[in-house]
């Protein structure tokens, strides 16, 4: 639908949904590369939610993975672009999941 109507304001947030459900597939290799896909489209966007989202999620599955250092080094400097907004449950997901790997 995207390459279709040439809307993409939400391209990014379609590439993570996409992997969000292959990981319920435990098909975390693709899904890594969704997740991937997801953080690139976002930062070439300057979409910061849609990257804030993306990098969560790559986050949570590098963790999950073992790679705890990886996952905190993505997330936390595009957390600290932000400077509102700390109510909203995007952000709150982001510091909780920060705080558990620190």
């Known amino acids: 639908m995207v390459e279709r109507t040439d809307e993409r304001w939400y391209e990014a947030?379609?590439?993570r949904l996409m992997a969000e459900a292959l990981i319920t597939k435990s098909d975390r290799h693709d899904a890594e590369r969704w997740l991937?896909?997801?953080l690139q489209t976002a930062q070439h966007q300057g979409a910061r939610f849609w990257e804030l989202r993306a990098a969560t999620s790559l986050a949570r599955l590098w963790r999950d993975q073992?790679?705890?250092?990886d996952a905190r080094d993505l997330l936390s400097p595009i957390f600290r672009c932000f400077t509102g907004g700390f109510d909203t449950r995007d952000l709150k997901e982001a510091a909780a999941l920060l705080a558990e790997l620190a």
């Open 36 to 38: 991937c896909r997801a």
């Open 66 to 69: 073992g790679e705890r250092s």
């Open 13 to 15: 947030e379609l590439y």
